[in-house]
């Protein structure tokens, strides 16, 4: 008779030990998890090794432009450097990331024991590391991506009609493969938030009354399941194209080079979208966590979501206003554009509300999600200026396009990201992070981002363009790039910072406790790091705050708030 | 006990001493900068002149909001002894007013935006008048130079634009590669050359002067070194400029240019042409060579892949872009040639120069490179 105890991975039987089998064993069980918080944590670890790659890409890049003239890279090696940063970061690290946290967190939120599809979960794990290992594995043939991370038709070309230079090895098939590979994970995962989210909510939960994490990951799945299958025929029409004889994007037999832009675009700029949205809802959590107040407005913040997700599909061609549009299509484009910054705008005075009249307590996490607002805010307002058509076509492809990106992604995106680790690292593990060094963490972050990402700004007004490996020394432009790759410098000390804080956290940081920021939502009715089955009882859930009601019934939202 | 509104205030007086250390940089870096706020004609200014509309009204929200922000976190923060806030969850006249005024800000921006779209546009190229005329000009985006060519006088010329002052220039844009951007900050913003369509720009050069121009598409390997000059000059010097470029290239008289002759002839003419050298029409077939789709390829034999040198010597920059083309240093006498002329330097190393770049030319002695320095820098 054999019996079987929980918790410990070894069966006992009345005759002897019998040999462990391959998934008890300890890498084993993180190969064959299914469940969704190793997953999570997997898909963290792997977001968080491509953001040291694409950092030392980043660094690479500003070693070669901190002076004129710079003979660190050679312009071939740059090319492929400065595709690689752009997609390893977007592909490999924010997606990855985000996706992480919402494997890790939106079950818990939901009240539910694990994701829908929980061995499809597994499979898009493993099939984003493989096509990330697939893309950085070009750079041991000496052929990585060279064309730029939205790798414009006809220079992605192997060859075409005319003697020119295009890419004749398998620098873009790489690329083309490797997103192909990256946009199935994607899908998958895709589907399983929608199906969780729509199926696997605790009783009470309404979607009305979901967590905003929660809601963003649901825009952003939506958003990936539509915008995807756009890059995937672009990329596969450019494989028909290298390897096949087609003439998609080859002008001089019907192809048009502008399919490619339009195809890639209907993709990239949803695409900008995903990226944030989830950063968005992040920064919804912590938010009212460490003002002890509710969110203001959730309505305003979820509909202002769905909005910015509809939106995102109308506005691709702002990427393109120099390319020749008729100019009733560019007024179109700056008139999208102009709709999807107001539900942007309206998150941010919603932010600010939530804050206003608080009990702000400036942890870690608090500290970076208040940076991101700081910092986004100037993303919006140069993206504003960008969508200014006349202007746009003095600024576009010039450093000031950068600088709008790295404020977004950076000063967005990956300080949410860093705002999330603080938060949920307790949830994790079941102990805290260091808040001094934390503390450190984000200041030197904080300096090291503006001084890289401000001076770009004035580059491109003083007419450096974007995607140049070198740039002489008499237009004076030395100063800034200088500027720059210090900042960049800083940056990566406070990613070094990070590290350290978070593995001495993860072996000698403080117990935690299951609630440790008093928080309100359902992840932290439970402990910390919860079982594998999340909850011993699937909670009832009567408000927006159901472990705030848990906790101070004398005061619980579901006796007062009326829900819009 | 009231709280002090600003616990620390020296904190935010050394914040807001940061503040002017940016524009005194942007006042000290600009100075020899291809600047869009330095203009010098009525597209670039009608652009670049939004720039201070966006900027005040982006000051005044940045304001706004940092300053809500920051008093917030000085204001509530948590203090001993603090009660637990008030649990608001939201107020919808707020949510309406925060909602509609950003939208309004918005669309005035837009009108503004809309209104710079049309003033630029194509179809709306100022119709020639006698104080205005029109100069047609197709710029040609090859890897990685620009070349020129004027219709309506023949003349090809490549790396530098030479027009009249207070004229309408009109811009055909043309790739049969791969994309690139026409861009002179001073003058007008990008248009791109996008292989297959026929994209076309205007733009007016009000004072006289040398104006850096440069390819804003990410293109290849060179991408970052494909410039060139816009060189304006008076209407008399346009015309006497242009009767010197519609000649045939002189032929050399002293026996160090004529010995460079015969070398360019056997090393570069396959790719370079020199009216009055190359026995084909120069012209006709290059016009029929960039006249892609349906017409010849670049790099068929009629079809010359580098740009054309008839008036070499007059140009003020070489190697698409990378090097001025400094004539007083290319003295075939001087002992240091080597070193301080510009054109000696790209035909002894054109791949140290400009890695990656399609100039294939075998390795020169010193003399033979004195030979072409003499016999390229003659032909004014």
């Known amino acids: ?564 | 006990m009231r709280m002090p509104v600003f616990p620390r205030t020296k904190r935010w007086i050394a914040l807001l001493g940061c503040l002017p250390l940016f524009s005194i940089l942007f006042a000290a870096c600009g100075e020899n900068s291809p600047s869009i706020l330095n203009t010098a004609g009525p597209v670039a200014a009608s652009e670049s002149g939004l720039f201070w509309i966006i900027l005040w009204i982006s000051v005044v929200i940045f304001i706004l909001v940092e300053g809500i922000l920051i008093f917030s976190i000085a204001r509530y923060r948590e203090r001993p002894g603090m009660p637990n806030p008030f649990q608001r969850h939201g107020n919808m006249t707020l949510e309406l007013i925060w909602t509609v005024i950003p939208t309004l800000v918005l669309f005035v921006i837009l009108f503004f935006t809309i209104r710079g779209l049309l003033q630029v546009a194509p179809e709306n190229e100022p119709a020639p008048t006698a104080a205005q005329p029109r100069i047609e000009v197709t710029a040609i985006g090859h890897q990685w130079w620009w070349e020129f060519h004027y219709p309506n006088y023949n003349v090809t010329t490549a790396d530098t634009l030479e027009v009249p002052v207070n004229a309408t220039i009109h811009v055909n844009l043309f790739s049969n590669n791969v994309i690139h951007s026409f861009w002179v900050p001073a003058l007008t913003g990008k248009t791109d050359l996008v292989p297959g369509h026929e994209n076309k720009k205007w733009f007016v050069a009000e004072k006289e002067g040398t104006y850096l121009g440069i390819c804003a598409e990410y293109c290849g390997t060179q991408h970052a070194n494909m410039r060139f000059n816009v060189k304006v000059v008076s209407s008399d010097a346009f015309k006497s400029w242009m009767s010197t470029q519609q000649q045939a290239a002189v032929s050399p008289t002293d026996s160090l240019a004529q010995k460079g002759q015969e070398l360019f002839k056997n090393q570069c003419a396959s790719c370079h042409g020199i009216v009055g050298v190359n026995v084909k029409q120069y012209y006709d077939t290059q016009k029929e060579c960039t006249d892609a789709p349906g017409g010849k390829a670049n790099g068929t034999p009629e079809c010359q892949l580098g740009p054309n040198l008839t008036h070499f010597g007059s140009r003020s920059l070489i190697a698409g872009g990378v090097l001025d083309n400094n004539a007083d240093k290319c003295n075939p006498n001087n002992p240091n040639l080597l070193q301080e002329c510009n054109l000696a330097k790209w035909l002894k190393d054109p791949q140290g120069v400009k890695p990656g770049n399609d100039m294939a030319i075998g390795e020169l002695t010193n003399d033979q490179i004195q030979q072409l320095v003499a016999y390229l820098e003659g032909l004014k």
């Open chain 1, 1 to 564: 008779m054999a019996t079987r105890t929980i918790g410990e991975h070894t069966t006992v039987t009345t005759t002897g030990v019998r040999r462990k089998r391959f998934s008890e064993s300890y890498i084993g069980e993180w190969i064959t998890t299914t469940d969704h918080k190793q997953l999570g944590l997997m898909y963290l670890i792997t977001g968080f090794f491509f953001f040291v790659v694409g950092g030392m890409e980043a660094l690479l890049i500003r070693t070669q432009l901190a002076l004129p003239d710079g003979k660190v890279l050679s312009p071939q090696v740059y090319n492929q450097i400065f595709t690689m940063h752009g997609t390893t970061m977007i592909f490999l690290f924010v997606i990855p990331v985000l996706s992480g946290f919402g494997n890790y967190v939106v079950p818990l939120m939901l009240g539910a024991r694990d994701m829908a599809y929980p061995r499809m979960n597994a499979f898009g794990f493993w099939l984003l590391l493989l096509g990330g290992i697939f893309m950085q594995s070009s750079f041991l043939i000496g052929q990585a991506p060279n064309g730029g991370w939205f790798m414009y038709a006809p220079l992605s070309e192997l060859v075409a009609g005319h003697a020119f230079e295009a890419t004749p090895h398998m620098n873009a098939d790489f690329w083309l493969l490797g997103t192909t590979l990256l946009g199935i994970s994607s899908i998958t995962g895709s589907l399983n938030f929608v199906v969780t989210i729509f199926k696997l909510r605790a009783p009470g939960m309404s979607i009305n009354r979901m967590p905003l994490f929660s809601w963003m990951i649901l825009v952003m799945s939506f958003l990936l399941l539509f915008a995807l299958p756009s890059l995937t025929v672009a990329s596969v029409l450019l494989l028909l194209d290298r390897h096949m004889g087609s003439h998609f994007y080859q002008y001089g037999n019907g192809g048009d080079p502008l399919l490619w832009q339009h195809l890639f675009w209907s993709f990239g700029h949803p695409e900008v979208y995903i990226l944030i949205l989830p950063a968005f809802g992040i920064i919804s959590e912590i938010l009212p966590v460490f003002s002890r107040k509710p969110i203001f407005g959730y309505t305003f913040i979820a509909w202002s979501g769905v909005a910015i997700g509809f939106l995102s599909f109308t506005v691709w061609a702002h990427h393109m206003f120099a390319v020749g549009l008729p100019s009733i299509a560019q007024a179109f484009f700056a008139t999208s554009t102009t709709l999807i910054a107001i539900p942007t705008a309206v998150k941010i005075f919603n932010w600010l509300a939530t804050i206003f009249q608080g009990k702000i307590r400036l942890y870690t996490p608090m500290l970076f999600a208040l940076g991101f607002i700081a910092m986004f805010l100037i993303g919006g307002l140069n993206g504003a200026a960008l969508a200014v058509v006349p202007f746009d076509y003095q600024i576009t492809d010039s450093y000031f396009v950068v600088a709008h990106i790295h404020y977004v992604l950076f000063g967005g995106t990956a300080l949410a990201v860093f705002a999330g680790i603080y938060y949920w690292f307790p949830k994790f593990t079941g102990k805290l992070m260091d808040d001094r060094l934390g503390k450190w963490h984000f200041w030197v972050t904080f300096l090291g981002l503006n001084l890289t990402f401000f001076p770009m700004h004035i580059m491109g007004i003083l007419g450096m363009p974007r995607r140049v490996y070198t740039y002489p020394a008499n237009l004076g432009w030395n100063d800034l790039n200088l500027m720059a790759s210090i900042g960049a410098l800083i940056i990566g000390v406070g990613v070094i910072m990070f590290m350290i804080n978070f593995i001495k956290s993860l072996k000698y940081g403080q117990p935690s406790g299951d609630d440790p920021w008093d928080a309100f939502t359902l992840e932290w009715d439970t402990t910390s790091p919860p079982k594998k089955y999340n909850f011993l009882e699937i909670p009832v859930v009567r408000s927006r705050r159901p472990f705030y009601d848990k906790k101070y019934p004398e005061h619980a939202d579901w006796k007062s708030v009326v829900e819009h």
